[in-house]
């Protein structure tokens, strides 16, 4: 019998994140995602210890638990308090000998550099929309019209309005001014590729699958600087982006296109070494699928895209958790291949 139909018997410690500093609705949205992901699992009858972490000691959360009996689902996104934090929580679990879900933190503090993982889509010669990074507004070296303005070392699309998206010299050297000074960081600029976007769910080790594709439908949007996924379309119920961005699971492509795309997003998930699964976000232009953004942690809630990519493909919610589990467990001392 496969480790993922034993998943149940492996005693598993959700660890999340509350922040003091939230605004309590963020606060009770997080904790109500939370309460869906158990109630999943508990219907399937997992074993689960809920940790919420909510100071900078998660070696203090987890003290209790020894390692050869419990395997972590870090579901942690950043240490409360600590910005860009992630991978320091898998560090620290590491530091204690526990086995646990998703990427590893060279593979986490990898990801938040944009501008590395340009360069190494452009390394392994993986389509990525032509950039050009800047520390000042001096981008007179630049002449790729409509161009899209990013910080460089953020996730979740923290930064992107529809001011992100340039047309002219004039407007790219304000954004720029404005991406350093806000942000106390270099300034990513890109081609923009205004053409269809998908969001991609893989998942697995060695041999990689990639969930039914999900497409950003922008047929509301006549201009281009709202043809993409801002931070509001994420994360601001009742704005604009938000209620009027479409989502067409699975997209509709040819077969060509479809084995395109999974070749694409197969090499990008190997290149940057992810580990269980991850989210890439991917445009198509004129038959090209380039690489956006490569996100190891990607959101794992009930209505995330992956959690709706993987009932596409015929997973419950508790299915698609436990499928993740399996493949870290393959990891475990105990729990590991022979021993469940």
């Known amino acids: 019998m496969s480790i993922e139909k034993n998943v ?3 005693p598993v410690l959700l660890l999340h994140n509350v922040d003091p500093a939230w605004e309590t609705d963020e606060t009770d949205q997080a904790l109500r995602e939370v309460a869906v992901f158990e109630s999943a699992l508990r219907e399937m009858g997992q074993l689960l210890t809920v940790i919420t972490v909510r100071n900078a000691d998660i070696a203090a959360c987890v003290r209790d638990y020894d390692p050869e009996k419990y395997m972590v689902f870090n579901w942690c996104e ?20 526990f086995t646990y879900t998703g990427s590893p933190p060279d593979v986490l503090a990898f990801c938040w550099d944009k501008v590395k993982v340009k360069q190494l889509m452009n390394l ?6 032509c950039w050009r990074v800047y520390d000042s507004a001096n981008t007179d070296d630049w002449d790729c019209f409509p161009a899209i303005v990013k910080p460089s070392r953020e996730h979740c699309s923290f930064g992107l309005t529809t001011e992100a998206v340039v047309m002219s010299p004039d407007e790219l050297r304000a954004q720029v001014a404005h991406i350093i000074e806000t942000f106390c960081q270099p300034a990513l600029v890109e081609d923009f590729i205004d053409g269809r976007e998908f969001h991609i769910s893989l998942w697995g080790n060695g041999s990689v699958e990639m969930l039914p594709a999900a497409e950003m439908d922008f ?29 067409l699971l699975p997209a509709p492509l040819s077969e060509m296109e479809h084995e395109r795309l999974r070749e694409t997003c197969i090499l990008a998930y190997q290149a940057v070494g992810c580990r269980d699964y991850a989210r890439l976000d991917i445009r198509l232009r004129e038959g090209i699928f380039y690489v956006l953004d490569v996100n190891p942690n990607a959101d794992v809630s009930a209505e995330a895209s992956m959690a709706c990519a993987a009932e596409a493909a015929g997973y419950t919610y508790g299915e698609m958790i436990g499928h993740i589990i399996g493949l870290a467990a393959q990891r475990h001392p105990v729990f590991g291949p022979g021993n469940v």
């Not at 950043?78 to 000998?97: C, F, K, W």
């Not at 949007?221 to 994420?234: H, I, N, P, Q, V």
């Open 8 to 10: 149940a018997s492996i």
């Open 78 to 97: 950043e240490i409360p308090g600590v910005r860009h934090s992630e991978a320091l929580v898998a560090q620290t679990l590491e530091d204690l000998n």
């Open 124 to 129: 392994r010669g993986i389509p990525t929309p």
């Open 219 to 247: 047929g509301a949007f006549g201009d281009a600087r709202d043809r993409l996924c801002t931070y509001e379309s994420k994360f601001r119920p009742g704005s604009c982006h938000y209620e009027k961005i479409g989502l």
